[in-house]
Structures are given as C-alpha cells and as structure tokens.
C-alpha cells in the first residue's frame, strides 16, 4: 500500500487550504486513515482520524472546530479540510493508514505513510 498526499502550500493566517491523501495498492475502505504532523524541531503528533466507514472522527484539541476529515472510498483518497489557519499550524503533514478497526492516535499504530506535503503558514 502506498500513501501520496498533496495539497500543501504557503498561505497567510486566517487562510484555508485542503490536503489530498491518494491510497494505492489497496482499498481504502479496509483502513482507518489518519492525518499527522510534524513542525520543525518537533515530534510529529496527530491531527485527525477517520474510521473506515467515514461516520467517526477524531481530532486533536489544537485543530477541532477548524479542521475537518473526510473520506471517499470510492476515490481511495483522505481529505483534511483546513480552516482559519494559524502560524502554530505549520508543519509537514501526512497521512497514514492502519489496519485497526477503531480510530488510533499514536504514530506506532499505523501501518503505512505518505510522504508528507509541507504546510507553511505566514502571519
């Protein structure tokens, strides 16, 4: 299984943007699929999960209310909606896939990685 995620880009404070993750090799609907990320300096931490079937998600309290994830099956792609985007929001982002069957928070829980898409953030 392979991860691509796209979508990243510079944009000023306040802006919005929407991050793509494309999954190959594999259906996605057998994942749990997760969004994290990592600034610079720092360990990556999570941002948002899905299960599989789309009508659960999590998010970390830093992004709820401004960020939205979503899935389409039949696309085989992730979505993360970013909304009123803040200078702390900067990081390369990416998304990950598990084989688990309930919404997991730590790094060591997923299976497959993108490769990141850097999200950068002026004020």
């Known amino acids: 299984v392979q991860l691509q995620a796209s979508g990243g880009g510079l944009v000023q404070a306040g802006d919005s943007l929407r991050l793509s993750c494309a999954v190959f090799g594999g259906a996605l609907r057998n994942y749990v699929m997760g969004w994290f990320r990592q600034a610079q300096g720092k360990e990556r931490e999570f941002v948002a999960a899905?299960?599989?079937?789309?009508?659960?998600?999590n998010y970390s309290d830093s992004v709820k209310g401004r960020f939205a994830i979503s899935r389409d099956n039949a696309k085989n792609t992730v979505y993360l909606q970013m909304n009123s985007l803040k200078p702390e929001d900067m990081a390369v982002y990416y998304c990950?896939?598990?084989?688990?069957?309930?919404?997991?928070?730590?790094?060591?829980?997923?299976?497959?990685w993108g490769q990141g898409t850097q999200v950068t953030v002026s004020s």
């Open positions: 899905i299960r599989r079937s789309g009508h659960v998600t």
């Open positions: 990950a896939a598990s084989r688990s069957i309930v919404i997991l928070s730590s790094t060591s829980q997923y299976d497959y």
